[in-house]
């Protein structure tokens, strides 16, 4: 009742087309939803997100949940997470990538879930971090565990663009640090991030929780553009 007399004064439109939202549509409508451009990688060990990895540092898995594509219903959603406050789709999506785990039987290979943090600058200016939403949602569906400030971002990574190539991967090997790492040691780890396209942020951070003893590392993100 009362949630009808909001939206009576304030409608809810959807974050990618702007139609008036049904009831018991939340954030994106039901045929919005139905057009994100799902990628079915969670069921496949050697999707092109897993074979990112390969030759670079061993997983137990990788996937992506959604295409990336620019312009596309995908980044009106993305957008509105990471720029417009709307923490809710973050938990949404996040949602969706707990379906696949537990869909693909991997959620029972996870023991705890680390959202890659921002760089803490970055995130004091957002007032928080997307990625925890993303966490938070797959716990949700999973119950499996999360937690945020196991892993720390130590420095800004936007000057490496004019960095030499060499600095860059010198960089990105060290943008991480594990600030409580008995919660990492004997752990099998997701981390989840929104985008990836190289996969080096994920890399970088996944290295660097062996490095601290992690029994085994995977990886899940959003959308990914491979
Ligand atoms: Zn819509």
């Known amino acids: 009742m009362l949630n009808d007399l909001v939206s009576l004064f304030y409608p809810r439109n959807?974050?990618?087309c702007h139609q008036t939202l049904n009831k018991g549509e939340q954030d994106c409508c039901v045929m919005c939803l139905t057009e994100l451009p799902r990628t079915n990688f969670s069921n496949f060990d050697d999707n092109p997100v897993a074979k990112l990895f390969w030759g670079r540092i061993e997983l137990t898995f990788g996937f992506s949940v959604y295409h990336f594509e620019k312009g596309g219903k995908l980044q009106s959603l993305m957008h509105s997470l990471k720029y417009k406050g709307k923490t809710q789709i973050g938990e949404f999506l996040g949602r969706a990538i707990g379906n696949e785990l537990n869909n693909s039987g991997k959620a029972s290979k996870i023991d705890l879930i680390l959202p890659i943090p921002l760089h803490p600058k970055k995130e004091r200016l957002r007032g928080y971090n997307q990625s925890d939403y993303l966490a938070k949602g797959i716990h949700e569906v999973t119950a499996i565990p999360y937690a945020s400030n196991v892993v720390r971002r130590t420095m800004h990574t936007t000057s490496q663009t004019r960095k030499a190539k060499f600095d860059r991967w010198k960089n990105v090997s060290s943008i991480f640090e594990i600030h409580k790492?008995?919660?990492v040691n004997g752990k099998r780890i997701l981390?989840?991030?929104d985008v990836t396209t190289?996969?080096?942020t994920l890399e970088s951070c996944a290295r660097e929780l062996?490095?601290?003893q992690a029994a085994a590392v995977a990886v899940t993100v959003v959308a990914s553009s491979v």
Request: glycine content about 6%; overall charge negative; charged content about 15%.
């Open 210 to 212: 062996l490095n601290h």
């Open 198 to 200: 190289t996969g080096s």
């Open 191 to 193: 981390v989840v991030d």
């Open 181 to 183: 790492p008995e919660q």
């Open 14 to 16: 959807c974050v990618c």
